[in-house]
């Protein structure tokens, strides 16, 4: 396969190679998902490497609870099968882990609220098409459990791809320094996304604060949120050291204005349950100017771990994440960094500054065709910021053929999903797995 041309090419050129890619695999082709032997159980297991052993029974429990709880901890369980299917080996940065969860608003550092991905544990360079083939199947998921039917989860699907091809035309004819500004405005203030957004201006981190607090220290909250011993706090303040060297000079100025003092283990997400993940509290301005940080160990991308994707030797993956949530975000965490933990690589980020998510029960019929689009029309702006949305653009097209062929994978892959998670229960039940 010829190499893509440089982005400073004439246009013609790109989108001309773009259509080239064609010719290795055609966009019809892309209905198609794996067959043959699996063994989702072997997977599961697999990803237990590096995760605390007394959290797992908790994790297990998470992913049993339904079809989609199960998709967002499956991407030990899904990577193997995308790396199955036929690629143009066009890469850009993936967040990895796409699903209609992993999208969110949040505040940018001007305090306005942006909506844009926002989850990266799994984040690496790698085909586009494993971004939206996990995103779509994600959609035929929460669709079901929705209530809707495989007609309405198509017609979704072919709405995000639709979305994320035209997005990629427009921004391939935007100058550099726009598509570096480029953010998503796509969406009614009454719709679902609508919602998320007027939720995230209420939950600021004062909020936070008020539910995970007494006012001035953590407390306990079974199977959410537990203090630790003084000295494992001391440890986890002591890397901030570490992690402020990974901020530029106006952060840490601001940082420096901040007293860390109190620390808490807290269980969050689903796929990275296992992994350490502390909060710290600190104080600014008197008592009424908290900031909560997150300290999260960064476990290795499971793309990198199952040698799916070529990754450098000694990376910190801590930095491996934060670098790739700067890639594809326009606003980023302004405290975003990384650093150490008892040898552990973590990275640390700002806690409910403004942040929500959608939530799946409201994705419905219509509801989901439109954040379909929204989806869309995300990652299409954070894939156009890591690869070259000429080639892209030249490669989708302005046909259906993508839009039609990702719906029918997108089915398939989701009675995949349904096939497993029982398999899952199946495995729970009979002791196989830690409960």
Known sequence: MAVAPPRWAPQAERIAYGKSLRDVVRRVDHDKWVSGPRDPIARLQASERGRIPEMLAVRYQ?????????LRGNAWVMAP???????????VQICGDAHVRNLGAYAAQDGH???DVNDFDETCRAPFEW?????????????REGGSSDSVARDAVRAMVRMWRDTMTTISELPAVELARYCVHRFDTTDAVGRVIRHAERETSVAAVEELTDGSRFVERPGKLR????EEAARVLASLAGYRDTLGPNRQQVLDCYEPYDVAFKIAGT???GAKNYIVLCRGNGPEDPLLLQVKEALPSCYAALGLVEVAAGVHEG???AEGQHRMQTWTDPFLGWTRLDDRPCYVRQVADHQSSIDPKELRRGALVAYANVCGETFAKAHARTGDPCVLAGYAGRAEKLDDALAERAIAGANQV???WKELCTALTRGVLHR
């Open 62 to 70: 998470k992913l049993s609870t339904g079809p989609f709880a199960y």
């Open 81 to 91: 099968d995308l790396a199955q299917l036929p690629v143009t080996g066009y890469e």
């Open 113 to 115: 609220i942006v909506f």
């Open 131 to 143: 971004e939206l083939t996990r995103l779509a199947i994600s959609i035929a998921v929460v669709g």
């Open 227 to 230: 203090r630790v011993p003084d």
């Open 271 to 273: 796929g990275s349950v």
């Open 319 to 321: 930095k491996r994440v």
């Open 418 to 420: 349904e096939a497993d």
